[in-house]
């Protein structure tokens, strides 16, 4: 069975920094590209970030670019997200997902998502 | 940027009715489109793909349609468990992008 956790989420002031986890199990990892989605409160789905299997290659939402870093460790079978310079905006949950094919495909699988608020 | 547009953005519905929702996308995507729903407090699940698959273990009253810049996810016979918010998203390229979301609510 496929699972993926997230971590990290809480309560940071604006130009803070975290660290957001996600945890894969019941897939070979290093197989698949995975990404970050978030939504805010009551809003829809933003993609946020994303990273190839081999994680050779990133790619970042406009609004993100320059704040965020993603990377994996294969090795842990863990997906990371840095985030730095936070802002009120930033405030959503943060959900990781596993795309359904190698490099492409929709998102088949997603975790539970964790909550980031930024306020001071 | 590929910007996808949902339509509606709230419906009306009663069980039994058949339910369409429409999503444009700004350019041509082929059949690079998925469709997710997702409930309350719940991550979104997968229910097309590829414009017209349809994902393992979802109704078949779920059905997609559509290429190149003009897609619809049509529910035949909507049922209690249907009620929900509905994305689309393209993955023909980056940055990937969802549709601002319909949400199916009961009339």
């Known amino acids: ?120 | 940027d590929i910007q996808m547009t949902q339509s509606p953005f709230t419906l009306s519905a009663s069980v039994g009715d058949r339910v369409t929702i429409t999503c444009r996308a700004s350019q041509d995507i082929a059949s690079w489109l998925a469709w997710y729903q997702q409930k309350p407090g719940k991550a979104p699940k997968l229910l097309i793909y590829k414009a017209s698959t349809l994902e393992s273990g979802v109704p078949s009253r779920f059905s997609g349609s559509g290429s190149g810049t003009e897609f619809t996810l049509t529910i035949s016979s909507l049922q209690p468990d249907d009620f929900a918010t509905y994305y689309c998203q393209q993955y023909s390229s980056y940055p990937l992008t969802f549709g601002g979301g319909t949400k199916v609510q009961i009339k």
């Open chain 1, 1 to 120: 069975e496929v699972q993926l956790l997230e971590s990290g989420g809480g309560l940071v002031q604006p130009g803070g920094s975290l660290r957001l986890s996600c945890a894969a199990s019941g897939i070979t990892f290093n197989n698949y590209a995975m990404s970050w989605v978030r939504q805010a409160p009551g809003t829809g789905l933003e993609w946020v970030s994303g990273i190839r299997g081999g994680g050779d290659q990133t790619y970042y939402a406009d609004s993100v670019k320059g704040r965020f870093t993603i990377s994996r460790d294969n090795s842990k079978n863990t997906l990371y997200l840095q985030m730095n310079s936070l802002r009120a905006e930033d405030t959503a949950v943060y959900y990781c997902a596993k795309r359904e094919v190698a490099n492409t495909g929709p998102f088949d699988y997603w975790g539970q998502g964790t909550l980031v608020t930024v306020s001071s």
